[in-house]
């Protein structure tokens, strides 16, 4: 009796050792490497919000990056993907939880890249036709899978201020639905007390867009998730920008994702 209970216990601390404290190990020691200078090189011609960061907050991007990259699988599906592929993916993830250290998509276990824009059954083709969807996280059968196009990925970052990135959009929408709810109020964020304010928000700024001609992408007025996914794009893309057209809203994003992206232009 006593044997098998030794070896009971031998075992549970075997499994123990080999599924977590090794790969927790492993993970600790990658993450004590230097930053590989190529990396680093692609991050400063590619994204503009790495660019801007102080030294210190650069070292801490490359070193969530890492881990990132450690954590999730990123696949190229009929496309061949480079490490800049890669720092794009997890460069989008990364920006909008920037201040929200402890958390890294609990759900996410895949990001696919696709050889360009795609329709609702994910069928993508070499026939010059042009698909509507451009990125977009999985359900179903597809859950903890998101799905980008590679060329629109690599354009959203192409070293230039404009309001688009499709990467920000669905990460955004990933860090929208963790609370269980796709709704644009992405509770993980930010305090109950501050729902209220923002709905109000968010509709005061659809009725403008209703009304008259914005600069916002019309895709917002889809819906609350969407206005969110949007209006981030823009908040993190052109920041300065968006202050100045619309500072109210401005304002509330920097309280949603308790950074101001303003500060690092
Ligand atoms: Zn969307």
Same mark, same amino acid.
């Given at each position: 009796?006593?044997?098998?209970?030794?070896? &009971?216990?031998?075992?549970?601390?075997?499994?123990?050792?080999?599924?977590?404290?090794?790969?927790?190990?492993?993970?600790?020691?990658?993450?004590?490497?230097?930053?590989?200078? +190529?990396?680093?090189?692609?991050?400063?011609?590619?994204?503009?919000?790495?660019?801007?960061?102080?030294?210190?907050?650069?070292?801490?991007?490359?070193?969530?990056?890492?881990?990132?990259?450690? #954590?999730?699988?990123?696949?190229?599906?009929?496309?061949? &993907?480079?490490?800049?592929?890669?720092?794009?993916? +997890?460069?989008?993830?990364?920006?909008?939880?920037?201040?929200?250290?402890?958390? @890294?998509?609990?759900?996410?276990?895949?990001?696919?890249?696709?050889?360009?824009?795609?329709?609702? @059954?994910?069928?993508?083709?070499?026939? /010059?036709? #042009?698909?509507?969807?451009? /990125?977009?996280?999985?359900?179903? $059968?597809?859950?903890?899978?998101?799905?980008?196009?590679?060329?629109?990925?690599?354009?959203?970052?192409?070293?230039?201020?404009?309001?688009? @990135?499709?990467?920000?959009?669905? $990460?955004? !929408?990933?860090?929208?639905?963790?609370?269980?709810?796709?709704?644009?109020?992405?509770?993980?964020?930010?305090?109950?007390?501050?729902?209220?304010?923002?709905?109000?928000? &968010?509709?005061?700024?659809?009725?403008?867009?209703?009304?008259?001609?914005?600069?916002?992408?019309?895709?917002?007025?889809? @819906?609350?998730?969407?206005?969110?996914?949007?209006?981030? #794009?823009?908040?993190?893309?052109?920041? #300065?920008?968006?202050?100045? !057209?619309?500072?109210?809203?401005?304002?509330?994003?920097?309280?949603?994702?308790?950074?101001?992206?303003?500060?690092?232009?």
């Amino acid at each position: 009796m006593t044997y098998v209970l030794v070896f &009971i216990f031998l075992t549970a601390m075997y499994a123990l050792y080999r599924n977590v404290i090794k790969p927790s190990r492993i993970r600790h020691e990658q993450l004590k490497k230097p930053f590989p200078p +190529a990396y680093r090189t692609i991050l400063e011609k590619r994204v503009r919000y790495y660019e801007h960061l102080s030294e210190d907050r650069k070292k801490e991007f490359e070193k969530r990056i890492l881990y990132f990259l450690m #954590e999730k699988n990123i696949t190229g599906v009929d496309t061949k &993907i480079s490490d800049t592929d890669k720092l794009l993916v +997890a460069s989008s993830a990364l920006i909008p939880l920037f201040a929200f250290p402890y958390y @890294n998509y609990p759900r996410v276990k895949e990001i696919l890249l696709y050889p360009g824009s795609f329709d609702e @059954n994910f069928q993508t083709d070499n026939s /010059g036709q #042009e698909h509507n969807i451009l /990125g977009m996280v999985g359900n179903r $059968f597809m859950t903890g899978t998101v799905i980008l196009s590679r060329p629109d990925l690599e354009a959203s970052f192409d070293g230039r201020r404009h309001k688009n @990135n499709v990467g920000i959009h669905e $990460f955004v !929408h990933l860090i929208d639905d963790a609370d269980g709810e796709t709704d644009g109020i992405p509770e993980i964020l930010f305090q109950h007390s501050f729902v209220f304010p923002w709905l109000k928000e &968010i509709k005061k700024e659809m009725e403008k867009m209703e009304k008259a001609p914005s600069d916002i992408n019309p895709y917002a007025l889809t @819906n609350n998730a969407e206005f969110l996914a949007v209006v981030a #794009e823009y908040f993190f893309d052109n920041p #300065e920008k968006l202050k100045s !057209h619309h500072p109210g809203l401005y304002k509330d994003l920097v309280k949603i994702f308790s950074q101001n992206p303003e500060e690092y232009v």
